[in-house]
């Protein structure tokens, strides 16, 4: 199968900073990658579809601002947490489309913060 | 009503028995239905795809689509303990790349 990667796979950070995770697809070229969250024993919540060279498309209740979301090559789509706060502690998914249509996803990055 | 949905369980099997796996789909558009582990803690690995009516099976594990019912299911024969984790059903969307994820169905394997 596809590899995907997130870097990092943990971050720990204060209320009121930035954090910026990255997902690359390894193997192959992704046009279109995805961001999901995952909050302890619920399934995963699409965040927003991220296309390379344009806008990211952002699922509804999903602040565009707080959370950025840049894809500007085909192997790498990076997701910045605006000013973090308790509440955004989440377990962060990335996933990456092939030319099949199989979306891959990435090991994930834990996010706490204090 | 959510578009697809999983038995949310959890569903515990013996070591050795097939675990069966069921999820239905609202979407008469979807067309790919992918089954996913994940274990605890971990992000989903991708188990299998299917996209036709019918069974397809890769080693241990068999995919089975009904699109006139709107039924896809998973059957494990020769259930491990290792197999033990949640699995996601998720369907596509009609005129869309992003998928429906069900809200998962932990099984457990007792040795």
């Known amino acids: 199968g596809a590899v995907v990667s997130q870097h990092p796979s943990w971050v720990i950070c204060k209320s009121g900073t930035s954090v910026k995770i990255e997902c690359r697809s390894l193997?192959?070229?992704?046009?279109?990658m995805f961001w999901y969250r995952q909050f302890p024993k619920q399934s995963l919540m699409l965040m927003a579809t991220s296309n390379e060279g344009s806008k990211a498309t952002y699922e509804q209740g999903v602040e565009k601002d707080k959370f950025l979301i840049n894809h500007a090559s085909l192997t790498l789509s990076t997701l910045t947490v605006t000013s973090a706060h308790p509440e955004d502690s989440s377990f962060y998914i990335c996933?990456?489309?092939?030319?099949?249509?199989?979306?891959?996803f990435g090991p994930g990055t834990r996010l706490t913060v204090l | 009503q959510k578009e697809v949905e999983q038995n949310s369980g959890p569903l515990s099997v013996p070591e050795g028995a097939i675990a069966s796996l069921n999820c239905t789909y609202s979407d008469r558009g979807s067309q790919s239905f992918f089954w996913y582990r994940q274990y605890s803690g971990k992000s989903p690995e991708l188990i299998m795809f299917?996209?036709?009516?019918g069974d397809k099976e890769d080693g241990r594990f068999t995919a089975q689509l009904n699109k006139a019912s709107q039924y896809v299911s998973l059957l494990i024969r020769d259930s491990q303990p290792s197999d033990s984790a949640t699995y996601l059903c998720?369907?596509?969307?009609?005129?869309?790349?992003?998928?429906?994820f069900g809200t998962g169905t932990r099984l457990t394997v007792i040795p």
């Open positions: 998720a369907g596509d969307q009609t005129g869309a790349n992003n998928l429906f």
């Open positions: 996933s990456a489309l092939t030319s099949t249509d199989t979306q891959y």
């Open positions: 193997d192959f070229q992704a046009t279109t």
């Open positions: 299917i996209y036709s009516n």
